[in-house]
């Protein structure tokens, strides 16, 4: 009985003193947070998942597993490489890491300092962690997902102050700093199969729970260099209005937090403007 208990003890001892293996973040990947994944720090890229990432500004996620074709737990969670036994990674599908977005949709940040949009990871776990920081008085295009990325689903995005880097904002933070999962603002965009990309900006909701009535110090509009080719301008959040107040002919109301949208047809382009206050 000892010698079993004994053996059983080394056993146990040996199995647990293994360190868990990881896979690591290809090179040629952006990388983010503190592992390179875009996942939550605490949650490691270990055998047998898969291990979403970020991709440059204007580009989308290009990999996931094969059989998550909907939008709908666990599926909707197993986007990015497949982590393998050995530590090796390994792709779905025979293509790029990252693919173009449709480029029909950018952000003219008119402030004197950066701006972050901070991308949710669609397939994975919806943390605003893919980064886009947008430098004062400078334009970037945003990544617009046609109905060929996965499961058509949108590209969505958390609005920082300015001032705002994308290290400090594009994290998850706490309910009492207005960043990350706090950010005053949030937007989405996606282009269906007719060539229209649809564009939406709004007030978070979770900025609307935890900050009540607290005035944002900068606003966002959506214009168009062609507005013929636009329906639902003007569409604008702006601080001077009060709290929580949108303008636009195409606004509503979502989780107590109003929003508008902007539809640009044809394949024209659309931008949103950050402007201080």
Known sequence: MLFN??????????????????????????????????????EPCIPGKYCPYACPPGQLMNQWAESSKAYAYPDSMNGGL??????????SFDRPYCKDGKKTVS????????????QTVLPGN????????????SEQVL?????????????????NKPGIGTKQ????????????????????????????????IGYNPKYIDDFNGKVPNFGIRIVCDDKS??????????????????RGPSK??????????????NYSKAKIEVFEV
């Open 126 to 137: 919806e943390a605003m962690l893919i980064p886009t920081g947008i430098q004062g008085n």
């Open 82 to 91: 497949k982590c393998n036994s050995d530590g090796s990674v390994s792709k």
């Open 169 to 200: 904002g594009c994290v998850w933070g706490k309910s009492s700093e207005d960043i990350g999962n706090w950010a005053p603002y949030v937007a989405g965009m996606n282009m269906d199969k007719n060539g229209n990309t649809f564009v939406k």
């Open 5 to 42: 208990t004994f053996f059983l003890f080394v056993v146990s001892s040996l199995v647990y003193s293994q360190p868990v293996q990881k896979c690591a973040l290809p090179k040629d990947i952006v990388s983010v947070g503190t592992h390179g994944w875009a996942m939550s720090p605490d």
């Open 143 to 159: 990544a617009v997902p046609g109905t060929d990325y996965w499961a058509s689903t949108a590209a969505h995005y958390y609005i």
């Open 229 to 246: 080719k636009c329906n639902g301008l003007e569409c604008e959040i702006n601080p001077k209005d009060g709290y929580n107040k949108v």
């Open 252 to 265: 509503g109301v979502s989780l107590n937090a109003q929003y508008c949208i902007v539809t640009a047809t």
């Open 107 to 118: 952000v003219k940040n008119k402030s004197g300092k950066e701006v972050s949009f901070c």
